[in-house]
């Protein structure tokens, strides 16, 4: 194998690869000669059969085989000898491949930057942590008993706030009936926010028997195309009016959700929100991380992996674009400055990417079959009754499996950085913890703000008080 360096730009390199015809022809005999091992050729015995034949038969077919896997071969040895490590797929560009003629082919790579490592020691983060008050717990067992009540019918009851209708109901535009705006024996609570606005507040007042006209106009961001902006007409025929019987919180309530006592189901609750605001304050957590190793960090991106990666956020935004669907702050900009914008959020992702996989590689990091099983289980609980058919479709498709991995991977390592790094613990607030780092920046501010303002309040009666 002849190899030469034609190109080396940044995190590019290019190179011609020739592999002599002997090779090739080699190859192509030895393979033949497992074919002809096999093969029925009428008159001959198999393992006889002369090369010419096979050649002449199966050669076409084999010189494909041999031209893949002597490429496949020699890409892999350049880059071990060259101590290269690709970015992304190398490309090939076949050159001439002839029955009697060397193979040679272009072989062009996007190496992997070099990364100054970090100290993640030097890292300093702040872990958002909340005591969930009591009142909150209770708050969501109301709601869980707001699902669970029972609506009993009351004849002659108009129909309140709250209450529960049967109804038939035919809908409308210009006087005639359209695509599903007709149903029978439909259940609706009034205030449920179920219907498009102005359908529920109309049937206030409504009594069994009765039958109402109730004018509506549909949102003009309404999902269906052809009812966009229309104006419609519901003929509703009110079948019952059910009143909600009210829900005792109490230690039998607790026990018809399998719970033992009222306190057993206090401790589900709390357990649950805790888990949740431990989630969310793990993603802060992590963005606060990503914010700060992003500046720490600055080495070239390979230019085909910024490509790849700016073409996927750009789909996004012309769909997001057709939608009327883009953030306040991209609405108004150029097509240049979005896309100026995009390259750099491009950039820094690519970045983040590279430099957290050169920290699992360093690190020995990996995901275990445990992990993946564990994350596979996760995803199957998520389809009950087809808990099978999910773990079987993972184990037959290595791309889902590797889109799979590929998160668990990357939370590896930043619980490796986090072990590191300096993190210290916050209590806040659960309006604090959900509320946008630049709402929490701002309130952070504040309440420094109010605090410098005691502080120099008593340093004033201090002096005035001649201390």
């Not at 007409?233 to 607790?254: L, T």
């Not at 087809?386 to 590929?406: I, R």
């Amino acid at each position: 194998m002849q190899v030469t360096e034609t190109s080396n730009e940044g995190l590019k390199r290019e190179y011609s690869v020739v592999i002599p015809k002997e090779d090739i022809d080699g190859r192509m005999n030895a393979r033949l000669t497992e074919v002809g091992a096999t093969v029925n050729v009428p008159g001959f015995r198999p393992g006889k059969v002369p090369l010419a034949i096979l050649k002449q038969r199966f050669g076409d077919a084999v010189r494909g085989e041999i031209l893949e896997q002597t490429i496949q071969d020699t890409v892999q040895r350049n880059l071990d000898e060259k101590e290269l490590r690709p970015a992304m797929e190398p490309k090939i560009d076949l050159v001439t491949f002839e029955d009697g003629a060397d193979l040679e082919y272009k072989l062009t790579v996007e190496v992997i930057p070099d990364i100054d490592p970090i100290d993640f020691g030097g890292i300093e983060l702040e872990r958002l942590v909340v005591d969930i008050p009591d009142s909150e717990v209770d708050e969501s067992i109301g709601k869980i008993a707001e699902q669970q009540k029972a609506y009993a019918v009351e004849e002659g009851r108009a129909a309140e706030d709250g209450d529960q209708l049967l109804m038939n109901f035919i809908g409308r535009i210009d006087g005639e009936a359209f695509d599903g705006g007709t149903a029978e024996g439909m259940e609706l609570v009034l205030g449920s926010g179920q219907f498009i606005p102005g359908f529920e507040e109309q049937l206030i007042g409504a009594k069994a028997g009765e039958n109402k006209e109730v004018n509506v106009k549909f949102p003009d961001d309404y999902g269906a195309e052809n009812l966009k902006g229309q104006d419609a007409i519901f003929e509703v025929d009110v079948v019952e009016v059910r009143a909600a019987g009210a829900v005792e919180i109490d230690n039998d309530f607790a026990k018809t959700l399998g719970l033992d006592d009222l306190d057993a189901l206090k401790g589900m609750v709390r357990e649950q929100m805790s888990s949740e605001y431990s989630q969310v304050s793990r993603g802060r957590l992590k963005r606060e991380l990503l914010d700060g190793l992003s500046d720490r960090i600055d080495f070239e991106v390979p230019p085909g992996m910024l490509d790849e990666e700016f073409q996927n956020i750009w789909k996004q935004l012309e769909e997001a674009k057709e939608k009327d669907n883009l953030d306040d702050d991209d609405k108004g900009k150029s097509d240049e400055e979005l896309e100026e914008r995009y390259r750099e959020i491009a950039a820094r992702r690519i970045r983040l990417g590279l430099l957290l996989s050169e920290t699992g590689r360093l690190n020995d990091l990996t995901v275990s079959q445990e992990d993946l099983n564990r994350a596979m289980a996760e995803q199957a609980q998520r389809f009950p009754g087809q808990e099978q058919q999910v773990l079987q479709y993972y184990q037959e498709n290595p791309q889902s499996m590797q889109e799979l991995q590929a998160p668990l991977f990357e939370e590896k390592i930043v619980d490796y950085i986090l072990e590191l790094a300096k993190v210290t613990e916050r209590k806040v607030s659960v309006e604090e913890l959900l509320a946008g780092p630049d709402e929490a920046a701002a309130e952070g501010k504040a309440k420094t703000k109010k605090a410098g303002k005691k502080k120099a309040s008593k340093k004033g009666k201090a002096k005035a008080k001649g201390k």
